[in-house]
Nanobody, 116 residues
């Protein structure tokens, strides 16, 4: 059974940094496109960053130059390094994995709060 478990959220001041990690149980991690999504109160869930099995990355315009997604296929983990955080980055962040046959897996979410 596939499980995604996020960690690393918390409260940080504007301009600070946080690193989110997601542990993916299951051998299909190596072929899955992994991503981080976020949902702020009253808003729809949005894509923040994705990384393919081959390491190709894509970022939302709002985080380019501040966030970096990476994956470790040996450890089945995907991380999101978030620098220069802004209050508008406040949201629940979700780890996502999508297989080549389009099966979606989601973590439970981790809260990130950026104070001004």
């Amino acid at each position: 059974q596939v499980q995604l478990v996020e960690s690393g959220g918390g409260l940080v001041q504007a301009g600070g940094s946080l690193r989110l990690s997601c542990a993916f149980s299951g051998s299909i991690f190596r072929i899955a496109t992994m991503g981080w999504y976020r949902q702020a109160p009253g808003k729809q869930r949005e894509s923040v960053a994705t990384i393919t099995a081959g390491g190709r990355t894509n970022y939302a315009d709002s985080v380019v130059g501040r966030f970096t997604i990476s994956r470790d296929n040996a450890k089945n983990t995907v991380s999101l390094q978030m620098n220069s955080l802004k209050p508008e980055d406040t949201a629940v962040y979700y780890c996502n994995g999508v297989t080549p046959w389009r099966t979606d897996y989601w973590g439970q979410g981790t809260q990130v709060t950026v104070s001004s």
